[in-house]
């Protein structure tokens, strides 16, 4: 009987040895402990954000509809004497207008200045002129002889001086000078007469629809619960 010969040790399979890869790990604030922060907790987190902005908007919206309510109720309480203000504004303006419409200046010009006068003046008249000197005068006359009939003959002769001559004037006599001028000028100036008066008269009818709204407008609001 022949011994079957021994056997080789057969090696297993050993796996491949895998490669380390180094994880990081999450350290606390201020301190060297590692945290190892759970999936759940990434979840958690925005969760307590959101519910925290969600309770402060609540907040602020209550607050801010408090502040209406109270300035509401302050309004419907004064909301008579409010229009008793606005209604007399509008009619205190509107009498503005009317008056300014009907207004007159009235005033005093003082004017003091002088004034350049140049112009030909016409002068015809009849005045009497008295000779400063002996004035000649050869002139072609007539003598009547009566019954014996009239010559002819130049005359030559002498004006005393001092001899007065009525004469008639006819010419145009140049002025040119300087007046003093000094007066007190009243005025008296109609504004609705000289163009305002239209004007006037659309801004008060741009003015009444206003106050009619606000004479329509209750004294008083009644709550009605």
Not at 94 to 122: E, H, N, W
């Given at each position: 009987m022949s011994t079957p010969p021994p056997t080789q040790p057969t090696e297993s399979a050993q796996p491949a040895p895998q490669a380390i890869v180094p994880q990081a790990v999450a350290v606390l604030p201020g301190t060297s402990v590692p945290y190892h922060e759970h999936p759940a907790q990434r979840r958690i987190f925005p969760r307590r954000v959101w519910e925290a902005l969600k309770s402060i908007s609540l907040f602020v919206s209550m607050i801010i509809n408090l502040v209406l309510i109270i300035v509401v109720v302050i309004l419907i309480?004064?909301?008579?004497?409010?229009?008793?203000?606005?209604?007399?504004?509008?009619?205190?303006?509107?009498?503005?207008?009317?008056?300014?419409?009907?207004?007159?200046?009235?005033?005093?010009?003082?004017?003091?200045?002088?004034?350049?006068?140049?112009?030909?003046?016409?002068?015809s008249q009849d005045t009497t002129v008295v000779t400063q000197a002996p004035v000649p005068i050869n002139a072609y006359a007539t003598f009547s002889l009566g019954q014996f009939g009239s010559i002819n003959g130049n005359v030559s002769l002498a004006l005393p001086a001092g001899t007065s001559l009525p004469v008639h004037l006819e010419l145009n006599v140049p002025v040119s000078n300087t007046i003093q001028v000094a007066f007190d000028q009243p005025i008296s100036i109609p504004l609705a007469a000289k163009g305002l008066g239209p004007v006037v008269a659309q801004l008060r009818s741009a003015l009444g629809p206003i106050i009619g709204v606000v004479e329509q407008l209750p004294d008083a609001f009644v709550i009605i619960p």
């Open positions: 309480n004064q909301v008579g004497a409010i229009k008793m203000t606005i209604a007399s504004i509008l009619g205190q303006l509107d009498s503005s207008f009317q008056g300014l419409g009907a207004a007159t200046i009235v005033d005093t010009i003082k004017i003091d200045q002088q004034v350049p006068v140049r112009f030909d003046l016409p002068l």
